[in-house]
């Protein structure tokens, strides 16, 4: 896959929504359901902040304070990301894109992978709700499998049920001050893209303030429908 590419699969899905509206948990649903990748650039850069990278030392300090990482850090972890041969099929993008800047660049970078926007949805979710959902998660340090200390609790405290006996942990920014300043970033830089895929006609939206599987099931469908 290269700017050799003369075909294009419209085969990313976008998820756009506020922190909390459930994005990373519906993206791993989806994956198997519609053979895709997911590909979260949270997890991107928290991983470039474990491994100590450049990007990952830039990116430390603004994840903490909740404000959004500099298009041009982001751009090059996601272009590094798409160059890897497994996301060939597809991606579901979760958390990308996130400024207009963002938006604009997307384009161009999927074309040279052989890619286009074939859906993008928009969980709808209550702000309100977004703080404790948000301050009460955790992850499994194994196989990445999402809790909730109040929504989704593990069987046995702070072990994942998955893999059985993984330990759980706690991203540094979901925190409930945090999470305050991720949502106004959001509001700020992120909702009005909702628009510029509504002006695309890929735009669809989904009601996030039900049941995991309830959501899982009108994003399946709503995806299904616009491919068909
Ligand atoms: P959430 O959507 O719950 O806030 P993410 O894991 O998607 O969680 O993002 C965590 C943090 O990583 C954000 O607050 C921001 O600092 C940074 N980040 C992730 N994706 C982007 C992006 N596309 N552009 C800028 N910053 C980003
Ligand atoms: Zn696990």
Known sequence: MGADTTTTASNVLVLLGPPGAGKGTQARLLEEQLGLVQLSTGDLLRAAVRDGTA???AADKVMKAGDLVSDAIVMEILEERLEQSDVARGVILDGFPRTSAQAEALDALLARHGMSVGAAVALTVD???????????????ICGEGYHDQFKPPAKPDTCDVCDGGPLTRRADDNAQTVIARL?????????LIDHFENRGVLRRVDAMGPIPEIAGSLGNVVKALNS
Do not use: F, I, K, W
């Not at 702000?127 to 340090?141: H, K, Y």
């Not at 106004?184 to 009005?192: I, L």
């Open 184 to 192: 106004q970033a959001y509001h700020a830089q992120t909702a009005p």
């Open 55 to 57: 990007a990952g030392l």
């Open 127 to 141: 702000d309100n709700a977004m703080v404790e959902r948000v301050s009460g998660r955790a992850t499994c340090a």
